[in-house]
């Protein structure tokens, strides 16, 4: 650590805790052991603040704010697990259910998804909304993975994966709010992509069953989730 | 001896493996039986569905308008609802015909996987909806019990909890799929 990086204290759900002023709160959170839920954030890829499971409260504002997006304050009062955080986190995943087709029971990565585990992890009972059933198509063009618009969570794990740590940039998003999709290229069957260096870093990071390989079955899609801490380690170890 | 709690299965749009995971209680259903009288389900020869029923267990999605009037009566002469497996939570699997105009639907599941059929039955058979839907879409539901199936474990302990008069914990015992 440079000299001129200061500390900062905080608290965190009534705990004191020191912090390097280029920190976010739910990296300080996640050092003392304090969980704070997340599933666009991964640890070696930009903070993206997309999917609002990291929400938290800090004294003094009446927003709720991501934690993977906030950096640390002096004398910062945090709680990551009031009633109100509790209820929105709940309330989001639901959405989240209800905006595409998840139907876990026939799904390859039914018993290894970060939202099927979510879902249970803040006690989601069921859905209150109503469900939206999309009409959403499967690309199944590429010769060893496929791309399930339906169980996308549009967390963009894959797109920057594709992009800061592959190089490549062949996944990217089109269109906004509930019309969000993960395209290839130019918007362009996956089978056709000329920058897909089928490396398979995607499928690795992505939380759902929205990317697999091909050929696995329901529950067989288990993902190597040491795959990115690994790469980063020894990039950092190259450095 | 304390008196037994009615409990009645119901079996609308699923597949039966949720009542196959009740069956699957095994030995337990020795005192699943000593705590309930099974008063309606596909498994006992009742036509119609009693009054006053303590619990049920409604296994499915809502797809037809019988259904509908089903889950209603149901609704109505029991006390403890309990939206039995994945079908009845979320509308899961029968859901996967939502996004499609129903008319595709009757074609492909009468015509183009019968070779020879020409024929869409639309007489004397329940009418489907344009979706199929999870329960609580029609009726409040008082239990949610998630799973593909859900296991017997914790279909026994939903059981033994609801007789208790205490309110089931599932959500860290449960989980869809």
Redesign the interface.
Same mark, same amino acid.
């Given at each position: 650590m440079s000299s001129s990086v200061k500390i900062k204290t905080l608290t965190i759900d009534e705990r004191q805790v020191g912090a390097r002023e280029d920190q976010t709160i739910l990296e300080v959170a996640r050092e003392n052991g304090i969980k704070i839920p997340t599933l666009c954030y991964l640890k070696g890829l930009s903070p993206y603040g997309g999917c609002r499971m990291c929400i938290v409260e800090i004294a003094g504002s009446p927003k709720l704010l991501p934690s993977c997006m906030t950096t640390v304050e002096e004398g910062m009062v945090v709680s990551t697990n009031t009633d109100r955080i509790k209820k929105y986190r709940k309330n989001l995943l639901e959405l989240y259910?209800s905006e595409r087709? $998840? &139907?876990? +029971? &026939?799904?390859a990565s039914?018993?290894y998804?970060e939202l099927?585990?979510m879902?249970?992890k803040v006690?989601? +009972? $069921? &859905?209150h909304f109503? =469900?939206m =059933?999309? $009409?959403?198509g499967v690309d199944a063009t590429h010769e060893r993975y496929v791309l399930d618009h339906n169980r996308c969570i549009a967390c963009t794990r894959c797109v920057r994966v594709c992009d800061e740590i592959e190089g490549a940039h062949t996944l990217d998003i089109k269109d906004r709010g509930i019309d969000v999709r993960i395209i290839t290229d130019l918007d362009h069957p996956w089978g056709e992509s000329e920058t897909c260096t089928q490396c398979g870093k995607c499928v690795h990071v992505c939380p759902t069953g929205a990317l697999i390989e091909r050929g696995k079955s329901v529950?067989e899609m288990s993902k190597r989730k040491q795959l990115l801490p690994y790469l980063t380690k020894m990039r950092e170890a190259h450095e | 001896m304390k008196k037994k709690l009615k409990l009645a299965t119901l079996w609308l749009d699923g597949c039966s493996g949720c009542h196959m995971s009740l069956v699957d209680v095994d030995e337990r259903l020795i005192e699943v039986a000593e705590i309930y009288d099974i008063v309606f389900s596909p498994l006992v020869d009742v036509k119609d569905f009693p009054e006053n029923v303590d619990v049920t267990l409604l296994e499915g999605a809502i797809s037809t308008d019988e259904d509908v009037e089903m889950v209603k009566r149901v609704r109505k002469s029991t006390k403890t609802l309990i939206a039995f497996g994945d079908c009845a939570v979320t509308s899961n699997v029968p859901s996967m015909r939502n996004h499609f105009k129903l008319e595709d639907v009757f074609k492909r599941g009468y015509l183009e996987t019968t070779p020879g059929n020409d024929i869409i039955p639309d007489e004397k058979i329940p009418k489907l909806l344009e979706k199929a839907y999870p329960v609580h879409h029609f009726v409040h539901v008082d239990v949610f019990l998630q799973g593909c199936p859900p296991s017997a474990d914790n279909i026994f302990y939903t059981l033994v909890e609801i007789a208790e008069g205490r309110t089931p914990e599932l959500s860290l015992r449960t989980r869809f799929g």
């Amino acid at each position: 650590m440079s000299s001129s990086v200061k500390i900062k204290t905080l608290t965190i759900d009534e705990r004191q805790v020191g912090a390097r002023e280029d920190q976010t709160i739910l990296e300080v959170a996640r050092e003392n052991g304090i969980k704070i839920p997340t599933l666009c954030y991964l640890k070696g890829l930009s903070p993206y603040g997309g999917c609002r499971m990291c929400i938290v409260e800090i004294a003094g504002s009446p927003k709720l704010l991501p934690s993977c997006m906030t950096t640390v304050e002096e004398g910062m009062v945090v709680s990551t697990n009031t009633d109100r955080i509790k209820k929105y986190r709940k309330n989001l995943l639901e959405l989240y259910f209800s905006e595409r087709n $998840h &139907v876990c +029971s &026939v799904c390859a990565s039914n018993g290894y998804c970060e939202l099927q585990t979510m879902a249970q992890k803040v006690e989601m +009972s $069921h &859905v209150h909304f109503p =469900y939206m =059933y999309p $009409h959403l198509g499967v690309d199944a063009t590429h010769e060893r993975y496929v791309l399930d618009h339906n169980r996308c969570i549009a967390c963009t794990r894959c797109v920057r994966v594709c992009d800061e740590i592959e190089g490549a940039h062949t996944l990217d998003i089109k269109d906004r709010g509930i019309d969000v999709r993960i395209i290839t290229d130019l918007d362009h069957p996956w089978g056709e992509s000329e920058t897909c260096t089928q490396c398979g870093k995607c499928v690795h990071v992505c939380p759902t069953g929205a990317l697999i390989e091909r050929g696995k079955s329901v529950g067989e899609m288990s993902k190597r989730k040491q795959l990115l801490p690994y790469l980063t380690k020894m990039r950092e170890a190259h450095e | 001896m304390k008196k037994k709690l009615k409990l009645a299965t119901l079996w609308l749009d699923g597949c039966s493996g949720c009542h196959m995971s009740l069956v699957d209680v095994d030995e337990r259903l020795i005192e699943v039986a000593e705590i309930y009288d099974i008063v309606f389900s596909p498994l006992v020869d009742v036509k119609d569905f009693p009054e006053n029923v303590d619990v049920t267990l409604l296994e499915g999605a809502i797809s037809t308008d019988e259904d509908v009037e089903m889950v209603k009566r149901v609704r109505k002469s029991t006390k403890t609802l309990i939206a039995f497996g994945d079908c009845a939570v979320t509308s899961n699997v029968p859901s996967m015909r939502n996004h499609f105009k129903l008319e595709d639907v009757f074609k492909r599941g009468y015509l183009e996987t019968t070779p020879g059929n020409d024929i869409i039955p639309d007489e004397k058979i329940p009418k489907l909806l344009e979706k199929a839907y999870p329960v609580h879409h029609f009726v409040h539901v008082d239990v949610f019990l998630q799973g593909c199936p859900p296991s017997a474990d914790n279909i026994f302990y939903t059981l033994v909890e609801i007789a208790e008069g205490r309110t089931p914990e599932l959500s860290l015992r449960t989980r869809f799929g």
